[in-house]
């Protein structure tokens, strides 16, 4: 890739990675729009590049996201009268859960590198299907014209519990078909959840970061393994920084436009988005354009 053709996708992973439209699937059809060629390096590249966007949520909610909140504890009237193992426990689950959030992020996060591990090869053959990405975004487009009304019930009390956090942690494993949208399934996770339209979005947002930090890790320790591995990243490395900056810019900017958009107005007129962009690809397809990445 050259430099142009790197700030191009670094562009569209930073607006999409936190848009319930499927970064993946957009950084694909870029791709394929300018003639990239799907090279091992390449596809590492479209997932190492989202450790950049993810940053900006860090950024974006620091104050949040290093807010260490303690768990209820047990006070001493309500250990008295247990016998000594009920006593460890409860002090034993303190040590354990000291920092709840980071705990539900974690048991949110199992589920994904589960699934991911078990069908990594599978994952990676999808991601050369334009067909797939297309089909899928029309799908999510259709849940996302609906999503507001069919889960429109929310609990006054917005906490997330472990419970929770671990449905919400499967709807993200649907994501691993490229098309489908990591935001998008989570965030459809969390309001099945009962949690409001903000909230389910940047738990989503948090969700993203051990997600996302984990995959661009396995894809580099992937790549480094491949024969000549080491010398493509070190040939590749001012793309890969290039291509995280640009990322992390772009993003900053999504995610403030992102949550107010949706606070406001829902997830209506992303549903429309997938459907036309989805749907114009398959259009395209049947009229005979090869779309498909080589």
Same mark, same amino acid.
């Given at each position: 890739m050259d430099i142009l053709q790197t700030i191009i996708i670094a562009i569209v992973e930073g607006l999409t990675e936190f848009l319930p439209v499927s970064s993946t699937g957009h950084m694909i059809i870029a791709q394929e729009l300018l003639g990239v060629e799907s090279t091992p390096f390449v596809k590492a590249f479209t997932v190492i590049i989202q450790f950049g966007a993810i940053l900006s949520v860090v950024v974006l909610y620091w104050k949040r996201f290093f807010k260490l909140n303690p768990i209820k504890i047990l006070d001493k009237k309500e250990v008295e009268g247990k016998n000594t193992a009920a006593k460890l426990s409860t002090y034993g689950r303190r040590f354990l859960y000291k920092y709840d959030f980071y705990w539900k992020l974690l048991v949110a996060f199992i589920p994904a590198a589960f699934f991911g591990l078990i069908?990594?090869?599978?994952?990676?053959?999808? *991601?050369?299907?334009?067909?797939?990405?297309?089909?899928?975004?029309?799908?999510?487009?259709?849940?996302?014209?609906?999503?507001?009304?069919?889960?429109?019930?929310?609990?006054?009390?917005?906490?997330?519990?472990?419970?929770?956090?671990?449905?919400?942690?499967? &709807?993200?494993?649907?994501?691993?078909?490229?098309?489908?949208?990591?935001?998008?399934?989570?965030?459809?996770?969390?309001?099945?959840?009962? *949690?409001?339209?903000?909230?389910?979005?940047?738990?989503?947002?948090?969700?993203?970061?051990?997600?996302?930090?984990?995959?661009?890790?396995?894809?580099?320790?992937?790549? &480094?393994?491949?024969?000549?591995?080491?010398?493509?990243?070190?040939?590749?490395?001012?793309? *890969?920084?290039?291509?995280?900056?640009?990322? &992390?810019?772009?993003? *900053?900017?999504?995610?403030?436009?992102?949550?107010?958009?949706?606070?406001?107005?829902? &997830?209506?007129?992303?549903?429309?988005?997938?459907?036309?962009?989805?749907?114009?690809?398959?259009?395209?397809?049947?009229?005979?354009?090869?779309?498909?990445?080589?």
């Open positions: 069908f990594s090869d599978k994952i990676d053959e999808m *991601l050369e299907s334009v067909t797939v990405v297309a089909v899928m975004l029309v799908l999510g487009g259709i849940v996302m014209l609906f999503v507001d009304k069919w889960f429109n019930k929310v609990d006054p009390d917005q906490n997330i519990s472990e419970k929770k956090a671990f449905r919400i942690g499967l &709807f993200q494993c649907i994501a691993m078909i490229p098309g489908v949208s990591r935001s998008m399934a989570t965030i459809v996770g969390g309001m099945t959840q009962r *949690l409001s339209r903000k909230t389910a979005a940047e738990f989503s947002f948090f969700l993203a970061v051990p997600t996302m930090f984990a995959a661009t890790a396995y894809k580099l320790l992937k790549l &480094f393994l491949e024969p000549d591995g080491s010398q493509i990243l070190l040939d590749n490395m001012w793309t *890969l920084i290039i291509g995280n900056i640009v990322a &992390f810019i772009v993003a *900053l900017l999504a995610i403030k436009f992102f949550i107010s958009f949706v606070t406001k107005y829902g &997830f209506k007129a992303f549903g429309y988005y997938r459907i036309i962009v989805g749907g114009i690809i398959i259009i395209m397809m049947l009229m005979g354009y090869n779309l498909e990445i080589n």
